[in-house]
Every structure is written in structure tokens, then in C-alpha cells.
């Protein structure tokens, strides 16, 4: 996998090797962001 994610690196474009940055980037955001509501859900906060 680790790999392939290379592979896949070094031959696209970095304008999509950008969009792939910024896609996780979000998605980084957004498992933060549910992990804290939780967080506080759990503790009453």
C-alpha cells in the first residue's frame, strides 16, 4: 500500500498530488473535529 502511494506521488501532477493534500487535510479536520464532540459528549462538558 505504502507503495503504490508512492508510486501514485511520484507520477501524478502536483496539482494533484495538491488536491490529494488537501483532501486529507479535510479529512484529518473532520475525524478531529467528531473525536472532540465525542470527547466532550462522553465527559458532560
Do not use: P
Not at 502536483?14 to 488537501?22: A, G, I, P, T, W
Amino acid at each position: 500500500m505504502i507503495e503504490f502511494d508512492f508510486y501514485l506521488k511520484r507520477n501524478c501532477g502536483s496539482f494533484v498530488k495538491f488536491l490529494y493534500s488537501k483532501q486529507l487535510l479535510q479529512l484529518r479536520l473532520l475525524v478531529f473535529h467528531q473525536a472532540t464532540l465525542w470527547f466532550y459528549r462522553q465527559h458532560g462538558l
